[in-house]
Every structure is written in structure tokens, then in C-alpha cells.
């Protein structure tokens, strides 16, 4: 039997599997990843952004977890040669109304203890992105890019260093569970386990119902293109450079972001996915599709953001549109200097009244945790999130293991 089984072989089951090997090396630990490798789909279809905290509320676990876990990965990174760059971020208020929920960030990014934050006039902003319109901006320098794709394998070779297994090409086909253990069918065969931890991602309301787990709260995903600054209006920003955000929705707005490997990606955009793996504009699973337009909490969502879920459509499909949202900041943009770049999708949680969970979730069964809501900056945190799922976990797995007994 084994120790702990972690499903999902993305960047915070892989955390989770580390954390729980950092402090129990007697452990007995396998990672089952349905993918040809780890990190396949959220972990590495992303911007690279390390988060320094600005957004979350005060107190919730996404501000607690960023801060520490940005920390924390970054040391990481350090320790197995993996680049992090830091360009700093710049969010600016282009109008008068958008000043006082630039306010609101300011107080909460000084609540979350974001390091080096600073608060710039127009003359100050010019001084640190000269090609940059507005009246007002935070200037956060400590934001950075990493390869986070890099980090996934180098923790996955982390924890098979420290014993532990890490398997591809492996898929959860059931979860059941008994006074002892927890039996896992896969398409390997059947392992018994004395803890579960489900990190499944875009798949992780699947995987929660294997194990008898019925709320209405699903997943719905969001698929994110992104746009290439090219040519020498690329040199116009120096760091990364955001909108003040819409209050209510988690997604930032059209950004640009300086990459880890050099190029400049604009956006991205966040459109209703109807395929929860696949990055093709036009890409339809049936069952993600159906499973989708069947969440009651779906439609009420739609109807309360109706106007901006058709300007999101509206700058996916149209170059032009995007271009002209990001002139409002940074006028030498044209429609030229942009091209077609990658996509994403975000697992997002969203309850049967519409309401999108903000915050990092999961949920119990006796031996089986299951991770339901960690979009960004899930990446960012994972170290620390993976860190608080571990411990849980040997709370419940008490002083014993199968590797030592």
C-alpha cells in the first residue's frame, strides 16, 4: 500500500509532492500525470509571472500563499539554475475614474506587504516607462518571470531524488474509498493508498465526483490568447504593464507582459473555453461543451457580465480591438506591430449561483483532499500551497508509514 497517491502531475501536485517528501522522507509517494509530461496544460501555458501580491484581498489565502510562495520559489529556482527576471510591473490609471480602485489596490497590496511598492505621479511614471500614458500608477518592482514549465520537471525530478515516483500517461478512472485506504483505478491497474490528494486542475471536478464528492460548483474554463509585440515597438515597455482591473472579476485586462524568454506577450483576453484541454481557437469538446451549458451557475454568470464577456469575444477574434485597448496606455501601438501568439486555459470554480470562487479551495473526504480553485497565481504560490496541503495530509497520515514499517 502506498503512502500518498498525489493525482495531477502540474505544478502544485508536484509541490505537494515535494512538501510531503521535504518533511517525511519515509514516505511512500507517487504522482499519477495523465499527460506525456508534467506541467502540461495550466502550469506551462501561462504568461511566466511571478505575482507580488497586488490583487488579493487582505487575509485570504491567495495574499498569504503569493507572498510566502513567490518567496519560496524563488529560492527554489536559485538552487536549480532556473532564470527568474524582474522587470517590475506597472499598473496604470489612464482616467479619473479609475483612480480610486487604483486606491483600493494600493491599500491592499500595502496590506499584503508587497516589497518596494510605490505609488507614481505622470512624471514619476514617465521616468520609469517613457512610451506609457496615464495620470497615476503602482509601480511594484519585485514582479518577475520564471519558466514555470521548468519548475514542474525540476520538482518532479525533486521527488523521485527523494524516493518518491512520478508517472506519465496514467489516467484516474475511479476513486474508492474504505475505512483503511483508498483504492485508485487507473489504466495501469489498481493502487491502494492510505491518503489521496487530488491536484487535477482543469479536470478537477471530474476527478472530485470519482470519489462521491456531488456540490454544484464545476469548473468552467476560460481560454486566454495571447498577442505578440513585435518588431521595435517591443522595446516600448520595459517591464510588465497592466490596467487597473475590473472589480469583480479575477481576469487583469489587457497587459503586456516582458517573458522570461525574451518576447512580449499582450493579453490575454477570457473567453469561455468549450474544449477544457485544447488551446485552438475554434477547438469543441462535446463533453466539456455540454458539461459547460448543463452548470446552471454558467448562465447566471453570462447574464451579470454580459457586456464584458462580448468585449472579451469581441478582442479575441479582432487584432485591431486589442490594439486599440492598449493605445488607451500606451499609444505607439499600432495593429502592425502585433501578431498571433499562444493560448491557455484557466480552471475556473464557479457555485450554481453564478459566482466565481476568488479564493484558493478544497475540499475533504476522510482520505482524500481535493484541490477545487487554484488559478492565479496558483503558480506563483505553489510551493506554499503544496506546503499547507502536506501538512494536512500528515495530520491525517499521523507518525506511521508504509515505507518505515
Not at 501561462?46 to 495574499?63: E, F, T
Not at 539554475?81 to 491599500?107: F, N, Q, S, Y
Amino acid at each position: 500500500m502506498r503512502d500518498v497517491v498525489v493525482v495531477g502531475g502540474g505544478i502544485i501536485g508536484l509541490a505537494t509532492a515535494y512538501r510531503l517528501l521535504e518533511r517525511r522522507p519515509d514516505l511512500d509517494v507517487i504522482v499519477l500525470e495523465k499527460e506525456r509530461e508534467v506541467g502540461s496544460h495550466q502550469s506551462s501555458h501561462n504568461s511566466g509571472v511571478l505575482h507580488a501580491g497586488l490583487y488579493y484581498a487582505p487575509g485570504s489565502l491567495k495574499a498569504r500563499l503569493c507572498v510566502s510562495g513567490k518567496r519560496d520559489l524563488e529560492k527554489f529556482a536559485a538552487t536549480h539554475g532556473i532564470a527568474v527576471t524582474r522587470h517590475g510591473k506597472v499598473v496604470v490609471a489612464v482616467d479619473r475614474a479609475e483612480l480610486p480602485r487604483l486606491a483600493l489596490l494600493e491599500e491592499r497590496a500595502r496590506a499584503n506587504g508587497v516589497p518596494g511598492l510605490r505609488r507614481l505621479r505622470a512624471a514619476e511614471l514617465a521616468e520609469v516607462e517613457p512610451h506609457v500614458h496615464g495620470l497615476a500608477a503602482l509601480h511594484s518592482p519585485a514582479t518577475a518571470t520564471i519558466d514555470f514549465g521548468a519548475v514542474c520537471r525540476a520538482l518532479a525530478d525533486e521527488v523521485r531524488a527523494r524516493g518518491g515516483e512520478v508517472l506519465t500517461l496514467v489516467t484516474v478512472q475511479g476513486l474508492r474509498e474504505r475505512a483503511q485506504e483508498v483504492v485508485v483505478r487507473t489504466t495501469i491497474g489498481a493502487l491502494a493508498a492510505r491518503q489521496v490528494i487530488a491536484c487535477a486542475g482543469l479536470q478537477s471536478d471530474r476527478v472530485a465526483r470519482l470519489s462521491g464528492v456531488e456540490d454544484r460548483e464545476a469548473i468552467v474554463p476560460f481560454r486566454g490568447s495571447y498577442l505578440r509585440l513585435v518588431g521595435p515597438a517591443a522595446s516600448l515597455v520595459r517591464g510588465h504593464l497592466y490596467p487597473v482591473p475590473l472589480p469583480g472579476l479575477p481576469f487583469l485586462g489587457v497587459h503586456v507582459t516582458q517573458r522570461h524568454d525574451g518576447e512580449v506577450w499582450v493579453g490575454p483576453n477570457a473567453v469561455v473555453a468549450l474544449a477544457r484541454e485544447r488551446y485552438d481557437r475554434w477547438a469543441v469538446d462535446l463533453r466539456d461543451t455540454r458539461d459547460v451549458i448543463r452548470h446552471p451557475g454558467f448562465w447566471r454568470l453570462a447574464a451579470d457580465h454580459l457586456r464584458t464577456g462580448v468585449a472579451e469575444v469581441h478582442r479575441d477574434l479582432s487584432i485591431a480591438a486589442t490594439a486599440r485597448e492598449l493605445r488607451r496606455y500606451v499609444p505607439g501601438v499600432g495593429v502592425a506591430d502585433l501578431e498571433r501568439g499562444p493560448s491557455g486555459i484557466r480552471a475556473q470554480s464557479v457555485r450554481a449561483d453564478g459566482e466565481l470562487v476568488d479564493d484558493f479551495s478544497w475540499s475533504s473526504t476522510p482520505r482524500v483532499l481535493h484541490v477545487r480553485n487554484a488559478p492565479s497565481p496558483g503558480a506563483t504560490a505553489s510551493l506554499a500551497i503544496g506546503r499547507v496541503i502536506a501538512e494536512r495530509a500528515l495530520d491525517g497520515l499521523g507518525g506511521g508509514s508504509r515505507a518505515a514499517s
